[in-house]
């Protein structure tokens, strides 16, 4: 019998030789609904049986005792962080270590990857307390939320000045420098007023990997429990076969390179720079990334306690791992 799931999903290209059903199984028929905004709780909606969702906010459900959703520890989204932090071309200010003190702007303040972000900046010894933060949207596109989530504190963590888009704070001076996971729309022209703090941000990624040891995950693939409960070979099985997409992926993209002028230089500098497992999926592939982000999630102050590996993913925890179905062409 196979089973057919509903997953939702942002538009990761690497996802394409499953959605256009090169890579298959005989027990579970996946569906891809790709989502230009995350399921906020997938085990609340009754469109899907499986979602990509914030690391973040999956152990806040962990540590609230919400166990409609299994996590699976594949991170789908993952990057390095030291990218994300922009400035003006004209800001004096080059180093990490430089925002001390600085009026810093943030997307979301519980958000995964801004997470990521002040643990790189807690790396060079400025932390929560060493900044003033302005959460807000990015740009006048950007919708009004709030982005603070019941974390902020007056003096320390506010909402951006009018909820005013922070491009246009950046290049008034109002902030000294913003976290963004993406970069607003004329980034990447050459008459962009926007630069990143770090010039060779690249050499400060692979420093930090070299220290860490990883590459920090933000999203990861929550399955709705009574699913779960339901077929127990389900995430595996699942997990399996996004494995199987990025590989699948990875040869062609190697093959079919003229997408752009020198995506062929990033591949290989990619195989140089890192160990051709640095994006494995699984528990014990991910320890040490899945611990430190629960510290930061607990020294940053959004959760009361570091939640143990096993405590944030307790299927993978108590069981061994199963043969796996899934087989790509």
């Given at each position: 019998?196979?089973v057919?799931?509903?997953?939702a ?11 256009l ?36 906010r ?45 009026r810093?702007g ?10 990521w ?35 902020g ?16 704070l ?6 000294d420098?913003?976290f ?57 099985e699942?997990?399996a ?9 990875t040869?062609?993209?190697?093959k ?23 994006d ?21 102050g ?19 791992r ?8």
């Open positions: 019998m196979t057919t799931i509903r997953l999903l942002r538009d990761w290209d690497y996802m394409t030789p499953l959605v059903g090169d890579i298959s199984s005989p027990r579970l028929d996946v569906k891809v609904d790709r989502v230009a905004t995350l399921i906020s709780n997938v085990g609340t909606d009754e469109a899907h049986d499986a979602a990509e969702m914030s690391f973040s999956y152990a806040q459900l962990r540590a609230d005792g919400d166990d409609t959703v299994i996590g699976i520890p594949n991170f789908i989204m993952r990057g390095f962080r030291h990218r994300c932090i922009i400035t003006t071309k004209d800001s004096p200010i080059t180093e990490l270590s430089q925002l001390a003190g600085k810093i943030v997307t979301g303040w519980r958000d995964s990857g801004n997470t972000t002040r643990a790189a900046l807690r790396r060079e010894g400025v932390s929560v307390e060493d900044a003033m933060w302005f959460a807000g949207r990015l740009t006048e596109a950007h919708p009004i939320t709030d982005r603070l989530d019941g974390f504190r007056t003096g320390r963590i506010e909402a951006a000045p009018g909820e005013r888009p922070m491009v246009d950046l290049k008034e001076g109002a902030l420098a913003v963004t996971p993406f970069m607003p729309e004329g980034f990447f022209d050459r008459d962009s007023p926007f630069r990143q703090v770090l010039s060779d941000f690249r050499r400060a990624e692979r420093q930090y990997f070299k220290d860490v040891g990883y590459v920090p995950g933000m999203h990861l693939i929550g399955i709705k429990a009574t699913a779960a409960a339901q077929y127990p070979w389900l995430p595996e699942l997990s076969l996004i494995d199987e997409s990025r590989r699948v992926w040869v062609r993209r190697r079919y390179a003229d997408t752009t002028p020198w995506i062929f230089d990033e591949l290989l500098k990619v195989s140089a720079d890192l160990p051709p497992d640095w494995e999926s699984g528990l014990d592939a991910n320890r040490a990334m899945i611990s430190d982000f629960a510290r930061e999630l607990h020294e940053q959004i959760l009361p306690r570091a939640l143990t590996p096993a405590e944030l993913f307790p299927l993978q925890a108590s069981s061994d199963p043969q796996l179905a899934a087989a790509g062409s």
